[in-house]
């Protein structure tokens, strides 16, 4: 049972214009998200994060949206660069302030062409 | 050290054998946490280690997997009697406290069962 699902396996958007990466989730007690960013041959970096408390979060091209009535949250970024290629992965967590163990989704990936 | 470090990069291994993954955790982190990354799959919770505590082995996916961590810092993920299925990426992160600022990942040990 999938508790934090990516249903977009990949994405194509040309540079400059906006990427909209999408995360659904399951389980209400989530309150803590995170966006994760991926290159070949590396591990995930730490990119953005959201609590449940807000709607919105932003960081520089980088923002992530909210919608815990929906259950349902987005990352923005704008203006996407060839850089920005990557497969992004949505996480999500019970507690900000505890250890317990992120959930990811199947991740997104995003090719932004020049 | 600078990042979380984890060895080899790359194991190939005949089915039946066993194998040992290490993991170097950033100096000071008290959370470490194992997640496999299989073809077209998401990050899939194994274990996790948090300070002292009785670690938290609810995504192990079978006996034939196991982890120890040593002085709290190094950690190793044993596999025995590998199975083709297991072929996948590992993927080693720590944490200093809380899931607030996400985790620090390593690069992963690509493994691959023939």
């Known amino acids: 049972d999938q508790q934090v699902k990516q249903n977009s396996p990949s994405l194509s958007v040309q540079e400059g214009r906006i990427s909209i990466l999408n995360c659904d989730y399951t389980n209400s007690m989530f309150d803590y998200f995170l966006w994760y960013k991926k290159y070949p041959a590396e591990g995930p970096t730490f990119l953005i994060s959201i609590s449940s408390i807000k709607d919105k979060n932003e960081d520089g091209r980088f923002t992530v949206f909210l919608n815990k009535s929906a259950k349902h949250l987005s990352l923005h970024i704008v203006p996407s660069q060839p850089g920005d290629s990557a497969v992004y992965f949505c996480a999500a967590s019970v507690s900000a302030s505890g250890n317990t163990p992120l959930v990811f989704g199947k991740g997104t990936r995003l090719s932004v062409i020049a | 050290g600078a990042g979380v470090s984890q060895s080899p990069s790359n194991k190939v291994t005949e089915k039946g054998k066993d194998v040992e993954l290490r993991c170097d955790p950033i100096s000071g982190h008290t959370a470490l946490y194992w997640y496999r990354q299989s073809l077209g799959q998401g990050l899939e919770f194994l274990i996790y280690f948090q300070g002292n505590s009785a670690p938290d082995k609810s995504g192990l996916p079978s006996d034939r997997f196991s982890a120890e961590r040593t002085g709290g810092s190094v950690s190793t993920l044993t596999i025995q009697r590998t199975q083709q299925e297991d072929s996948a990426v590992y993927l080693c992160?720590?944490?200093?406290?809380?899931?607030?600022?996400?985790?620090?990942f390593g690069s992963g040990t690509r493994l691959t069962v023939v």
């Open positions: 992160a720590s944490s200093l406290s809380g899931n607030e600022y996400g985790y620090t």
